[in-house]
């Protein structure tokens, strides 16, 4: 089962977003901010990030840098009503995914299930 890390500040978007993807199959652990983040991080293995850019305590972007040190397989997707901000930047990873709010539910899963798509059940290419 594929494991997705969501780091979402806005509680009511974080339960909706987890509960959504649980639905569809995912196994999500959910957290209220980046520094939230980094035990579990360090603790387990994911297969995505799933984060919020605009963060209390640490954003998004610091999170998926340091998350890409700990595991550098790790997938990222960057949810975020902020996307032409994170693009002019220049910090995000060029392989992690954007998705702007708002957004539909079925797009956001059409993502994830896009990013592991190519992949077998043993998570080989």
Known sequence: MIKILLAEDDSSMREYLARALERVGYS???VGCGTEAMPLLKAESFDLLLTDIVMPEMDGIELAQKAGVIDPSIRVMFITGFAAVALQSGRTAPEAKMLSKPFHL???VAEVDRMF???DQHGRL
Do not use: C, I, R, Y
Request: zero cysteines; charged letters at 45%.
């Open 117 to 119: 798509q190519t992949e």
């Open 106 to 108: 079925k797009d956001l």
């Open 28 to 30: 999500v652990k959910a």
